[in-house]
């Protein structure tokens, strides 16, 4: 493990930075000691930099039905490093409140799986410049910026992050959000629009727009100072602290607008710092100004309604069509191999419909505010007119939603010593073309 292990940043108590070798010391003995944690090596980059992305729940190896996929992505850009401490040390409050029984941890690790990417970039992180505006460091190994990418639903398709992506696509993703440095603001879809020039200035909404602001709103008001909105000298002023991507500045080729467009997954970005790159002393006081957004966050994920679709023998659906009316989303919101659907709303009254091939299921559901109880309202719906034996192949899906979760391969390790879970960890490494 020591020799993958080039430059990840270990949080100490002094909250010093760190590039370390010595991670499986300062890491493996303090919290690898759960049954259940799986290593999956599958690529590194060119300076031979490991990415990490480390998973926590009841049931890590593996997602479990009913209990929805959260993530977590920091430092997607080298120079912009508080997330990756941020993440650190919320691994680190998450563990210890699960170890010393807190309620709250146990409640959100019982009910939720969170996977943790800390750096997406480590190569431009040992490049960049220490200065709180400098751009150096923003890039990958090969100069490139990694979030401008991404297949974009209003420019055409561009050559696929096919490691980022193959991950996405491992799990149903159901919230996440992406750790950025340089502004203090909750920024959600759409980033770009096909609106041209002259919009620009204006927002472009998605058609979750008022769950994206609940959950923008979520973030900047269980932060310390971001509701305030006008804290960085050469930002904003953002009302509220949040703002529409595209209201702020158009972004092509954004990971925030695939996760949302291809992978129904809502994304927000966030810019946690003023300075990209903070002093080590502001750190202890950036970590709380940010410790009750983080966990508020994590916990937005119950929001809304989730279930199966099943068919008239009781058998799970898979890709099925799960419709809100007056949500049309560019690629529509499918069910995963289990069948499940999951979808974010605010309390509400909603007409969701159901399609498989040409039967339509129509239902009315009043939703319930569900993070206080850690889970969304369930419902389960029964297309009684589908038998199992007309399930159609999945379809070649259309150029614009060419998307469909593969579950992940499980762990590279002896899963058979580990049969019984309490708290675990799985680590992953993403693809060598994400950062190459």
């Known amino acids: 493990l020591k020799s993958f292990v080039k430059a990840l940043i270990v949080l100490e108590p002094e909250f010093r930075l760190l590039n370390v070798l010595y991670f499986e010391q300062n890491f493996e003995l303090q919290y690898f000691h759960w049954e259940g944690k799986c290593l999956i090596f599958l690529s590194s980059s060119k300076s031979w930099q490991q990415l990490w992305v480390l998973a926590l729940g009841v049931s890590p190896r593996r997602h479990t039905i009913g209990i929805p996929e959260f993530k977590y992505v920091a430092n997607m850009h080298g120079n912009e490093v508080l997330g990756r401490v941020l993440l650190l040390q919320l691994i680190e409050e998450l563990v210890r409140g699960y170890r010393d029984k807190e309620t709250w941890s146990l409640q959100l690790l019982n009910s939720t799986r969170i996977h943790i990417l800390p750096t997406m970039n480590p ?9 709180c505006l400098f751009s150096q460091g923003r890039f990958n190994h090969n100069g490139v910026d990694l979030n401008r990418g991404f297949p974009d639903a209003f ?28 502004a203090l603001v909750a920024s959600y879809p759409y980033d770009n629009s096909d609106r041209g020039s002259d919009f620009f200035g204006a927002p472009s909404l998605s058609p979750d727009d008022d769950v994206f602001v609940h959950l923008a709103k979520v973030y900047s008001y269980n932060h310390a100072s971001m509701h305030r909105g006008n804290l960085c000298d050469d930002t904003g002023p953002f009302r509220d602290g949040i703002t529409n991507g595209y209201h702020w500045y158009p972004l092509e080729g ?3 607008d695939y996760n949302y467009v291809w992978a129904q997954c809502l994304e927000l970005t966030l810019e946690l710092s003023c300075c990209k790159f903070p002093q080590v002393k502001e750190l202890p006081s950036l970590w709380e ?5 983080l966990l508020a966050y994590i916990q937005q994920i ?3 309604v989730k279930g199966q679709v099943f068919d008239g023998s009781g058998k799970p659906v898979p890709n099925a ?12 919101f499918r069910t995963n191999q289990h069948g499940e659907y999951y979808r974010l709303l605010v309390p509400g009254v909603y007409t969701f419909k159901v399609r498989l091939k040409t039967h339509v299921l129509t239902e009315t559901l009043r939703v319930p505010y569900g993070p206080d109880q850690y889970s969304a309202m369930k419902h389960d719906f029964m297309l009684r007119r589908i038998a199992s034996a007309t399930f159609p192949a ?25 049969s019984r879970l309490t708290l675990g960890f799985s680590l992953v490494m993403v693809m060598q073309s994400l950062i190459d």
């Open 155 to 182: 420019a055409g398709l561009r050559k696929q992050r096919e490691a980022v992506i193959g991950w996405l696509k491992t799990e149903t993703f159901v919230l996440s959000a992406n750790l950025h440095g340089g």
């Open 254 to 256: 954004g990971m925030q």
């Open 394 to 418: 999945l379809p070649e899906p259309s150029p614009s939603c060419n998307y469909t979760v593969h579950p992940g391969g499980g762990c590279a390790t002896a899963a058979s010593m580990w």
């Open 123 to 131: 190569d431009g992180f040992d490049e960049a410049d220490t200065h």
């Open 302 to 304: 119950h929001l809304g």
């Open 321 to 332: 069509v799960v419709e809100v009316e007056g949500r049309k989303n560019m690629c529509p």
């Open 289 to 293: 100004d940010n410790k009750k957004a």
